[in-house]
Structure formats: structure tokens, C-alpha cells
């Protein structure tokens, strides 16, 4: 699976937009960009997904490049419980013969203050 | 929506010691995935299940073992325990007609004294 590079932290006001970038520059054609979060010590959260179109759900958008090599997850309206990390994924998509498993990199720990 | 179950939430083990670990997949998903988080690390897979079969093999020590069963339940056997085996085991399960959109659970977190 292609690597990703994520920043360490970032700060976001609450109410404002948090927007996480991920950068994923050897992505293959066939790899979709995946977005968790973990809440401290908690689950791995799914938040969203994308091939190469932009995609939207109730808890995020997801931005793509035209290119793929990097990818933008938009929380519109952060608030203190969106405080986590969160991790930028790439994985293989369906029928693949390779495994699906999640490689977890470092994320990025969003800190959303008052 | 019915979510990924766990048992134990929490385990406290001896050195060498055996420990089992569950975990119940959301209903009708065929897909189980194990990962382990140890303390100030990101989770890293050990090994999933797909029809029962294993599908896919990380970094799993060879004194652990799994297996999925004709329920869809999943089990982690740990033996001879260690004291860096203490970690959070998260369970998390998948369909493959759905696309393999893995979902956790809320783990288990072991402890080896």
C-alpha cells in the first residue's frame, strides 16, 4: 500500500472548519484514500472514504486531488468531541487479491479548542 | 446500528500466562481483523479472517493464534505472555459485498504483570 504522510498536530478553533491534509504521492490506480480517528484509547472510528471524486457524509468531506497524490479531509464544523487523531489511509480497493489490511501511520492530533 | 463486540474490556494477566480474546463482527459482515496498539503507538494489524479462512498475515507473534468460527466470531489465543503484550486488541469486522469498510470495536485492553 502506498505511504502517507500526515502533519504531527494541528489546532482548529471550535465552529471553525478543520481541514487535514494528507499527502499520498505514490498512490496506485487502484487504491482508495481512507480517513479514521481514534478519540483517546478508544476505537478507530471510520469517517470516510474515496477513489478520486470528492466525497461528502455526515461527518466530513473528502477533498482529492486531480492527481491523487494528496487528499484534504474537511470536518466543517469542529467541536471539542472531534478533538483525535486522525489517520490518512490508503488501501486497496475491492477484488483485490491483496489483503485489506489497515496500515496505521502516525496521524495527525487535532486538538479543538474554545 | 449493531457495532463490533468485545470481551473482555479489560484483562489482567501474570507473565507466562494464556489469555483468549473475542470479538463478535457486526452482523452478516464475513471479515474479521485483529490489531494491536501498544502504549503511545498507532494500531498495527496482526492477522484477519475472511470466511473463516485466514486472509491475511501481519506482524503476529507466533505464541498467538486465531481463528474464526462458523458464527463469524473471532478468537486471539496469547500464550506464554509477555510483559510487551500489554496493548489495546482491537477487533474490527467487514463485508466484502460492501467494500470492506472495516469498523472497530472499543477493544480490549490486556494487561501483563
Known amino acids: 500500500d502506498a505511504k502517507t504522510t500526515q502533519p504531527t498536530s494541528m489546532d482548529c478553533a471550535e465552529g471553525r472548519a478543520a481541514n487535514l491534509p494528507c499527502n499520498h504521492s505514490t498512490i496506485s490506480g487502484n487504491e482508495y484514500v481512507y480517513w479514521y480517528r481514534q478519540i483517546h484509547s478508544q476505537g478507530p472510528q471510520y469517517i470516510i472514504h474515496?477513489?478520486?471524486n470528492n466525497e461528502t457524509n455526515e461527518m466530513a468531506s473528502l477533498i482529492i486531488t486531480e492527481d491523487r497524490k494528496s487528499s484534504t479531509l474537511i470536518l466543517p464544523h469542529a467541536t471539542l468531541r472531534d478533538t483525535a487523531v486522525y489517520y490518512c489511509i490508503v488501501r486497496v480497493g475491492r477484488n483485490s487479491n491483496s489483503g485489506y489490511a489497515l496500515n496505521f501511520g502516525k496521524g495527525t492530533s487535532l486538538l479543538v479548542t474554545p | 446500528a449493531a457495532g463490533v463486540i468485545q470481551s473482555p474490556r479489560h484483562l489482567i494477566k501474570e507473565k507466562r500466562e494464556t489469555a483468549t480474546l473475542k470479538c463478535y463482527p457486526i452482523p452478516r459482515h464475513d471479515t474479521v481483523y485483529w490489531y494491536q496498539q501498544g502504549p503511545g503507538q498507532d494500531p498495527q494489524f496482526l492477522i484477519s479472517?475472511?470466511?473463516?479462512?485466514?486472509?491475511d498475515k501481519g506482524s503476529i507473534p507466533d505464541r498467538f493464534s486465531a481463528q474464526q468460527f462458523s458464527d463469524y466470531h473471532s478468537e486471539l489465543n496469547m500464550s506464554s505472555l509477555e510483559l510487551g503484550d500489554s496493548a489495546l486488541y482491537f477487533c474490527?469486522?467487514?463485508?466484502?459485498?460492501?467494500?470492506?469498510?472495516?469498523?472497530f470495536g472499543p477493544g480490549t485492553r490486556l494487561l501483563v504483570l
Open positions: 474490527a469486522s467487514s463485508a466484502r459485498l460492501l467494500g470492506e469498510t472495516q469498523y
Open positions: 474515496g477513489l478520486k
Open positions: 479472517f475472511y470466511e473463516k479462512m485466514q486472509s
